[in-house]
T-cell receptor, first 113, second 115 residues
Framework: QQQVKQSPQSLIVQKGGISIINCAYE??????FPWYQQFPGKGPALLIA?????SEKKEGRFTISFNKSAKQFSLHIMDSQPGDSATYFC????????????FGTGTRLKVLA | DAGITQSPRHKVTETGTPVTLRCHQT?????MYWYRQDPGHGLRLIHY???????DKGEVSDGYSVSRSKTEDFLLTLESATSSQTSVYFC??????????????FGPGTRLLVL
């Protein structure tokens, strides 16, 4: 029940295309859903996050879509660029609980020039 | 980058030897975490701390211990390193509560190879 399942494991997209990464969770107590971006040799860095009281959040080319009833959330990268090539992790957190973040297994994105 | 440093950044050690990794923060954040990152497993929580001398186990805590005697330092110890502990270790900090965004900031990582 604590797992966050992330798919796909890897993704190849043409420059200018849309990259979509999906995550699903079971624990309905989760109330904060961040996405992290990690470049090779670096630590993950927060990209964008959403709370379950909204269905969508957009920051520039990055959008999170949240479906509370389905217990799923996804990251959409519009107009994907080679510089977006990185590993992306979704995560979930219960802010009233033990403050343990649960991470997905990651998606390695490659954007072709 | 948030003020998080990890030391050492790279380490090669032999099976059975003790190893201590250090995480140091200058942000005065309450929460500190140790993760390991392995291909196909993402980031897995080893231990975390919610205050000085207050720690708790994560999902992969066997073979690891931690200590936090000061707000700024969180130590991870492998009592007797094994080859299965070869990994990249990340420290993270956050300052939850009070209506602030629950952003978790990661350090640069420590690459550990156990021979």
């Amino acid at each position: 029940q604590q797992q966050v399942k992330q798919s796909p494991q890897s993704l190849i997209v043409q420059k200018g295309g849309i990259s979509i990464i999906n995550c699903a969770y079971e624990n309905t107590a989760f109330d904060y859903f961040p996405w992290y971006q990690q470049f090779p040799g670096k630590g993950p860095a927060l990209l964008i996050a959403i709370r379950p009281d909204v269905s969508e959040k957009k920051e520039g080319r990055f959008t999170i879509s949240f479906n509370k009833s389905a217990k799923q959330f996804s990251l959409h990268i519009m107009d994907s660029q080679p510089g977006d090539s990185a590993t992306y992790f979704c995560a979930a957190l219960t802010t009233s609980g033990t403050y343990k973040y649960i991470f997905g297994t990651g998606t390695r994105l490659k954007v072709l020039a | 980058d948030a003020g998080i440093t990890q030391s050492p950044r790279h380490k090669v050690t032999e099976t059975g030897t003790p190893v201590t990794l250090r995480c140091h923060q200058t942000e005065n954040h309450r929460y500190m975490y140790w993760y390991r990152q392995d291909p196909g497993h993402g980031l897995r929580l080893i231990h975390y701390s919610y205050g000085v001398k207050d720690t708790d186990k994560g999902e992969v805590s066997d073979g690891y211990s931690v200590s936090r005697s000061k707000t700024e330092d969180f130590l991870l110890t492998l009592e007797s390193a094994t080859s299965s502990q070869t990994s990249v270790y990340f420290c993270a900090i956050s300052d939850l509560g009070g209506g602030a965004a629950e952003t978790q900031y990661f350090g640069p990582g420590t690459r550990l190879l156990v021979l």
